[in-house]
């Protein structure tokens, strides 16, 4: 029996995922996820900065939540293809940057304030601290009191480098840093003008720091001690190498190879699955 070929670059994004859902015909949604990319490109794009994931990963994401919807659609909805998927490739984004894109866990409605401040000053291409708020205030219709309580979450964000990265990277001298986990549970992050209001940093450090401390345990006391000082966890002051060396009499190598071993032994899986829950993968 003589099988048509199907062209399917002249398919509309509805014919090509009936002919997928009704045949499981590969191909078809193969062209699908090809003719929507754009629609991930654009989601990603919106979002990368305002987010501690990589472009990459949030095109990634995208690209499987396009692919949810091309399994979930049904042309009963009533509703462009294009409208529907572009929806869960959105969620699948917005899922992976709560759940992922930052050691601190927080409400939407305050992940959505946050993403609005960092928008509009993006828009005002705002760069530094001292900026007048006045007019950022009345743009984003709130108060400047609650102005500097989202700048105090937003510099959380961008400080926040998760113990994670240090443990999966091999480059012992680069810039990453063991601080600043915060706990989601911390009546820090309350709303402006409740009693729960606070934004000393300190304190939060002080409520984690026994977390920290117990994982650093696993190390000798030298090891502890260079990590320490290399990541600022005591006074906030990251110390080089050779500073290190110089506190120890030892030379600059010395330090970094007491740095790296150190490193690849909180790279246990076990220590990892304690620290879960305050670092982002």
Known sequence: MLQLKINYKELTNEELVTLYQTNKDITARDYLIINNKRLVYKAASLKKDTSLLAYDDLVQEGLIGLMIGIEKFNADYNSKFSTYIYYWIKQRIDRAIYNTGTSIRLPIHLINKINKVMYVENKNNVKSLDNDSTDLCTDLDITDKQYDYYKFLVKQFKNIISLNSALLSDNSE??????????????????????????????????????????????????????????????????????????????????????????KKLRNPKILMRLEGYYYN
Request: charged share 35%; no cysteine; proline share 1%.
């Open 174 to 263: 680069g810039d990453e840093e063991l601080i600043d986990f915060i706990d989601e549970n911390s009546s820090n992050f309350g709303d402006p003008g409740s009693k729960n209001y606070s934004i000393d940093s300190n304190i939060i450090k002080e409520e984690l720091s026994h977390d920290l401390n117990e994982v650093l345990k696993t190390l000798n006391e030298r090891e502890q001690h260079v990590l320490r000082m290399r990541f600022g966890l005591d006074d906030g002051e990251m110390k080089t190498l050779e500073q290190i060396g110089n506190h120890f009499n030892v030379t600059r190598e010395r330090i970094r190879q007491i740095e790296s071993k150190a490193l």
